[in-house]
């Protein structure tokens, strides 16, 4: 096997020890922290989504956001952050709303996607603002529970590859030795 780059060698001697220490093999805690962090952004997303909008706080939260980074003049990291995700989020929105055919957008075709004007505002006609405010609001939550999504993917990595990830490797080998 060729050996990683000088960079990656103090980070292959900690991984081979977490490997070892877990019990479990390294590919797959590796293939089991993706598939979680993935889980812990779907999950949020989707459930902020739907809280917000059953609520309705999706215009009023953004709105806020925006006004309080519109008035304030002291540079706070915290806010400038949060009108960064705001803006992250409804291009995020437009592009997934395009794609998809949801939050009031039309389905575009992969292709014509570069053909689109981007007006200075990405809201779809009126009265379907909302879902985009929902979508903007979500996008921003889970941006904000990044550090903890890490963290729980971390701690649950083991877990979930010894009780999922294994099980299903062994079954697939078992029928390829066949």
Known sequence: MAQPP????????ALKAISSRTKTPLPSLIASFAIL??????VPIVSVFFIARSLGVGEYAV????????????????RAKGAMWLDEGEQWAA?????????????TPKHSESEIPFGDSLVP????ASDVA????AYG??????????????????AFSRRFLE???IRIMGIWRR
């Open 37 to 42: 962090h993935e889980l812990t952004a779907i």
């Open 6 to 13: 000088p960079k990656l060698r103090p980070y292959q001697a």
């Open 167 to 169: 099980p299903v490797r």
């Open 125 to 128: 006609p009126r009265g379907l």
């Open 95 to 107: 592009r997934v709303g395009r794609r998809y055919g949801i939050f009031g957008f039309l389905k």
């Open 141 to 158: 939550v889970t941006k904000a529970m990044l550090p903890a999504r890490i963290g729980l993917s971390l701690y649950l990595a083991p």
């Open 63 to 78: 709105s806020f956001v925006r006004r309080e980074v519109s008035e304030a003049r002291d540079g706070n990291w915290i």
């Open 134 to 137: 929902n979508a903007v609001l």
